[in-house]
């Protein structure tokens, strides 16, 4: 089943899958007490009525161990749950069992033989990090400018890690040998220090990366400027959140491809990195900025301060000049599944190449259309609107080979919230255009009565209605 919620900034967002809410939950960002609407439904509940939190399975046994085998280098770890104590796993067992979901993140864990517990996900980052070796120096950061002396970044072979996070739902379904996590790692950690030490800490924390990104900060980036970035299935690795409301709707996102970023009063902008050729931060009375290629700039609020500001810089800097590896080790592989298909693949050839303008105007509605869509759906036809009367705010229709959806943007109290309804092809019984003076209106009669989306463009109308005609005579006829 599929629900919408209410996230903490008073947003709908949704529709997800079932499970993606649990994940919500487990991870804090949504709570018992977090409002519900079932798909189809109109009451709306709080998660705990319709979803009651489940206890979750105990962790599986240990795997029979060979006497006479030698333990892991790394040695062995216990976990604990509810005054249990399960194991001991390997290292490789317990990372095995955590991406299966067995083990959870928040469980805590000892290194058999010690007393130090920790949650599960540190004691493994520490035994993910090597002890420094004269033979073998860390990676170093890039330079600016100048060609780098320095000892080039290569994936690690023997592990390759679990896919990125969706950037919107689920599976981002890209397979990369690339440790994106642990390429960022240093900056994340310099970040968790500044972050420790500012005074304006209360408001959360702005600076994201690699699959540490959280979705509500992602949907926030697309719907505010950084749309392309889901709709090419770019790698998202650093994420600014330059807003005091922390919907991430200004800042930058920086990709495999490039930067997307958005400043106060102006539109969203996209540089890649071949494009790139200086980055410099500069601090100021008004706040920090970011500058690219001296003229370009990403503004930064005061209260991020000039340290994070140079933090950045270096961040952004590093990932310009590794550019061939990120791209080389983001790759997606090649696939057959229908489910892997990117945003593009949903869409009829003849809209493939939509306005971006118009995509990043519209974010939102694309967003909830491609969540959507089922399995072998495609959208033939777009129309775009203002809803009727009461309906204050932009409209979307799209025309598949399945259904027509629609989704309407309501303004209440200043706050844009969405409502959507679906007429299947079965139950349509006619589709008409009314043409006016400036504007035109698309009517579709259906069994339960009559749907109007009116100051819709004479373009949009004609192309929405002649697909749609078309198909339903089709449909009728065999």
């Excluded at 967002?13 to 798909?39: F, W």
């Excluded at 399975?57 to 040695?75: N, T, W």
Aim: aromatic residues 8%; negative net charge.
């Amino acid at each position: 089943m599929r629900y919408y919620y209410i996230d903490a900034q008073g947003q709908t967002l949704g529709p997800v899958e079932e499970a993606y809410i649990r994940d919500l939950r487990a991870k804090g960002i949504v709570n018992d007490s977090t409002h519900l609407n079932l798909v189809g439904s109109t009451d709306w509940q709080s998660l705990e009525e319709l979803l009651p939190a489940e206890d979750p399975p105990p962790p599986p046994p240990p795997p029979p161990r060979i006497e006479d085998a030698e333990p892991p280098l790394s040695g062995n770890l216990l976990v604990e749950r509810n005054g249990q104590n399960f194991g001991p796993y390997s290292v490789a067992e317990a990372k095995q069992y955590l991406e299966g979901g067995e083990l959870s993140q928040t469980d805590s864990a000892c290194w058999e033989g010690a007393s130090e517990w920790l949650p599960l996900n540190q004691l493994l980052a520490r035994a993910a990090t090597p002890s420094p070796a004269p033979e073998s120096p860390r990676p170093q950061l890039a330079d600016q400018y100048g060609e780098s002396s320095k000892t080039s970044i290569s994936p690690a072979p023997e592990s390759p890690r679990p896919q990125l996070a969706d950037q919107y739902a689920g599976s981002s379904k890209t397979s990369t040998s690339l440790d994106i996590d642990g390429l960022l790692a240093d900056f994340k950690q310099q970040y968790e220090v500044i972050y420790a030490g500012n005074e304006n800490k209360n408001m959360g924390e702005k600076v994201f990366f690699g699959s540490g990104i959280p979705y509500e900060k992602l949907i926030g980036a697309y719907a505010g400027y950084a749309y392309e970035a889901k709709s090419n299935n770019h790698i998202n690795l650093v994420l600014l959140d330059d807003t005091l409301s922390g919907d991430s709707k200004k800042g930058f996102l920086a990709t495999n491809m490039g930067v997307y970023f958005k400043n106060m009063m102006e539109k969203g902008s996209f540089i890649e990195w071949s494009q790139i050729q200086s980055i410099q931060s500069k601090a100021g009375f008004l706040g920090s900025k970011i500058l690219i290629n001296h003229t370009q700039k990403i503004e930064m609020q005061p209260w991020h301060g000039k340290i994070l500001a140079s933090l950045l810089e270096e961040a952004l800097r590093f990932l310009r000049k590794n550019t061939k590896l990120l791209v080389q080790g983001s790759a997606p592989s090649s696939t057959s599944d229908p489910s892997m298909a990117s945003p593009n693949q949903q869409y009829h050839s003849d809209l493939v190449d939509i306005d971006p303008e118009i995509k990043q105007a519209y974010s939102r509605h694309f967003l909830m259309l491609e969540e959507m869509l089922s399995e072998g759906e495609m959208v033939h036809a777009i129309a775009r609107g203002v809803g009727g009367f009461g309906k204050a705010g932009k409209e979307i229709t799209a025309a598949t080979n399945k259904r027509i959806l629609v989704f309407r943007q309501i303004v209440n109290l200043l706050m844009p919230q969405f409502e959507q309804e679906e007429f299947y092809w079965t139950d349509i019984e006619s589709i008409k255009v009314v043409s006016g003076m400036l504007m035109s209106e698309i009517v579709i009669r259906t069994r339960g009565g009559e749907f109007a989306m009116k100051n819709v463009s004479s373009d949009d109308a004609a192309g929405f209605v002649a697909f749609t005609t078309g198909y339903l005579q089709r449909l009728k006829s065999s």
